[in-house]
């Protein structure tokens, strides 16, 4: 079982910058793919980035590409998001979620995740 606590979300500028912090419980963190998804008011939850339990692969959604970087630190059983560059249209609550698996596939689906954080808000004005 794992716990998801995400922290650093606020209020930014267009082209400013955020660190998303999710912090996990448990003693097996780093058996755990990690992955951030958002969801904006009105639409659907989306993918945005996800990275392997070594931290070695990484992939993102287009939209964010270039913008953000997912990183973790297995040691402290915390998985970030750098976001840079932040649009309007980044403005989402943004969850943090994870699944035990070694699988070196990419997972970008809701589904495939089975724990998930209770999200932080994420606001960028113009």
């Known amino acids: 079982q794992v716990q998801l606590v995400e922290s650093g979300g606020g209020l930014v500028q267009a082209g400013g910058s955020l660190r998303l912090s999710c912090a996990a419980s448990g003693r097996t963190f780093s058996r755990y793919k990690m992955g951030w998804f958002r969801q904006a008011p009105g639409k659907e939850r989306e993918f945005v980035a996800t990275?392997?339990?070594?931290?070695?692969?990484?992939y993102y959604a287009d939209s964010v590409k270039g913008r953000f970087t997912i990183s973790r630190d297995n040691a402290k059983n915390t998985v970030y998001l750098q976001m840079n560059s932040l649009k309007p249209e980044d403005t989402a609550v943004y969850y943090c979620v994870a699944v035990g698996t070694y699988s070196s596939a990419t997972y970008v689906h809701e589904y495939e995740y089975n724990y998930w954080g209770q999200g932080t808000q994420v606001t960028v004005s113009s």
């Open positions: 990275i392997s339990w070594s931290g070695g692969s990484t």
